[in-house]
């Protein structure tokens, strides 16, 4: 059998600013980097079984990946000395970053995706106090006509969809609404994500018909689908 690496994702640091309650670190009491040693070796794995022909895609996550910006520079650096054709992600929470990280990240061209939750109503019920300095961010990276990833709760479910028209209308292309997957999703609040996401589904033919872009994961696939005929 010969199995391929298609990605990589890397856990950089379980560190983090903040303490969302939806977390799926939230409550571990160690906190931890990952080594340089390991760094490497994520870089050999890429090189011995990594898919060949195309930028190969290696995600940072965390904590909060850009709290340790120098390790995420050590290991693109590493790569371009091993001139390695790569593509780079960061996930992160969007509010941390200063004009040198923001300067690496558009000089390097690296996908910054910055979750948030969407309105300001949704994001301080989840987040207090970030959603000013959110938007400060986007500014900072240059990333306002980027995609959103909106983390979605129980809690903040009722807003997603203004979220998500807000977010558009602020220069975003789209928006991705992430359920909590360790919430307790009653069927009440269950029904309001399904009603939420149709809501969503509008808003993509409106956007579609003005000839404009919007994606949002799961409703852009459904709709390739549509146009490819093929089941999702």
Same mark, same amino acid.
């Given at each position: 059998m010969n199995l391929r690496l298609s990605s990589l994702d890397i856990e950089i640091t379980t560190f983090c600013n903040l303490s969302c309650s939806y977390c799926y670190l939230f409550g571990r009491k160690e906190r931890e980097d990952i080594s340089d040693e390991n760094l490497l070796k994520a870089l050999d794995l890429v090189d011995k079984f990594g898919v060949k022909g195309k930028p190969f895609p290696i995600r940072f996550y965390g904590g909060e990946p850009i709290l340790r910006f120098e390790k995420i520079k050590f290991i693109i650096e590493e790569a371009k000395k091993r001139k390695m054709n790569t593509r780079w992600v960061i996930f992160s929470n969007g509010v941390v970053g200063n004009k040198d990280s923001a300067d690496y990240c558009i000089a390097n061209h690296i996908q910054l995706v910055r979750g948030c939750n969407g309105t300001r109503e949704a994001q301080e019920a989840e987040r207090p106090n970030t959603y000013d300095r959110y938007n400060e961010m986007s500014k900072l990276f240059h990333d306002e006509r980027g995609h959103r990833r909106m983390t979605t709760t129980p809690k903040n479910v009722k807003y997603m969809a203004q979220g998500a028209r807000e977010l558009v209308e602020a220069g975003s292309f789209g928006a991705?609404?992430?359920? !909590?997957?360790? *919430? !307790?999703?009653?069927?009440? *609040?269950?029904?309001?994500?399904? !009603?939420?996401?149709?809501?969503?589904?509008?808003?993509f033919v409106e956007i579609f018909k003005l000839g404009k872009p919007f994606y949002s994961f799961f409703i852009s696939k459904a709709a390739a689908c549509i146009f490819t005929k093929k089941k999702s």
């Open positions: 991705t609404p992430m359920p !909590d997957y360790y *919430a !307790d999703w009653t069927p009440e *609040a269950t029904q309001m994500y399904i !009603d939420q996401n149709k809501e969503i589904g509008k808003l």
